[in-house]
């Protein structure tokens, strides 16, 4: 039939098939609930706290995934990434399960704490200057020379579908409590995470709403979902949320969110840092910028929650302990 929507490029038979190879390696995060917030928003709310996944984020989930569909004879040269943190430890974390050398190539001024935890996982760091170089190149060069594989952070088939798994969870965790979910929430830098979430929770529960959240100003998601196409943002500067600052959506992620999600949400600076409190406060838990802007969103009254049952994905928790201790001050 010529009117047929074309299939989309992540199935929930891949996320199936990569929840299969995460299994022993990744840890099944729970979905948490509490009272005190339920009452704030007026709604039933659910948090993915994905801080407690291996290497501090759902990283980990697309970056395993990705590295074992590697053959076995092309594992030799290795693999190299860009990413400002989350992703570095992902592939630096899978490539010492699988034996694999990593190359990690870094902004200068991403997090030391990022930095470190690459390095300690075994991986080669090398530093870039964010505002004059790019980073692409400097992988591109660095995968030629080596014969390496390069492991993008979002626009990948097995990464979208690792990251998926998050949302499989939800929906399997949900089901199991009996209850629908009427919007779901995750924070979105290049769109694999919510492209992936957004595929599994379709699967199960196709009437949910499913919405990217990024900080005011950086919201490429956001005008591209307005828009009916991908367009970059125009903020200068830098946020608090330094896990979530690409500048456009992701080809294969934007195929996939410009038809599954409904709408972009963003929160500001302040707001985020009021969500990272809270969690500190509610949860004991540590939430990353970054990790909390879905829920900075929902407690600024950005997301038309009362009466509803609402699922937020805390996508990590890596953060400069100086600047998590001004914001839970």
Known sequence: MSNSVAPLPVTSMDIDAAARVLAPFAIRTPLLSSPALDERVGAKVFLKPEMLQRTGSFKFRGAFNKLSSIPQEARGGGVVAFSSGNHAQGVAAAA??????????????????????????????????????????????????HGATLVRPYDDLKVIAGQGTVGREIAEDLAMLGVTPDIVVAPASGGGLVAGVATAI???????????????????????????????????????????????????????????????VTASDAEVGAAVAFVFREFKLVVEPGGAVGLAALLAGHIEAHGKTIVIVLSGGNVDADLYARLVA
């Open 96 to 145: 010492q399960i699988l034996n694999m050398r990593a190359t990690i190539v870094m902004p200068a001024d991403a997090p030391r704490s990022k930095r470190e935890r690459t390095k300690g996982y075994g991986a080669e760091v090398v530093l870039y200057d964010r505002d004059r170089e790019d980073r692409e190149a400097i992988a591109g060069d660095i995968a030629r020379k």
């Open 202 to 264: 379709k699967a199960r529960y196709p009437q949910a709403v499913l919405m990217s959240a990024e900080p005011e100003g950086f919201d490429d998601h956001a005008r591209s979902l307005r828009a009916g196409k991908r367009e970059p943002h125009h903020a200068e500067g830098r946020t608090i949320c330094d896990a979530l600052m690409a500048t456009v959506p992701g080809e294969i992620t934007f195929a996939i969110n410009q038809r599954l999600l409904t709408q972009g």
